[in-house]
Nanobody, 115 residues
């Protein structure tokens, strides 16, 4: 069983910064991919950023240059540093872990950016 626990969401003004964390626990093998997704009200869940075990990264065009994904493999933890936040970044952010045994999700953390 794999569990993901997110933290770090909150309310911030436009232009501000937040850092999300997601700690994975359970039977986790190397070679996994961790990612952050988000879902705004009335919209589909979308990929924000992804990082492989070897730390190769991908970003959505909407966050490129503003967000940075990183990970600590020893702690099975992934981070999302969010800078220059915009009101359109407002969403529930979900952590995702993809490994051979399946695809796992966190419970989500709310990020609200006020204008």
């Amino acid at each position: 069983q794999v569990q993901l626990a997110e933290s770090g969401g909150g309310l911030v003004q436009a232009g501000g910064s937040l850092r999300l964390s997601c700690a994975a626990s359970g039977r986790i093998c190397s070679g996994n991919v961790m990612a952050w997704y988000r879902q705004a009200p009335g919209k589909q869940r979308e990929l924000v950023a992804r990082i492989t075990y070897g730390r190769n990264t991908n970003y959505s065009d909407s966050v490129k240059g503003r967000f940075t994904i990183s990970r600590d493999n020893a702690k099975n933890t992934v981070y999302l540093e969010m800078n220059s936040l915009k009101p359109e970044d407002t969403a529930v952010y979900y952590c995702n872990l993809a490994i051979g045994t399946g695809n796992y999700w966190g419970q989500g953390t709310q990020v609200t950016v006020s204008s």
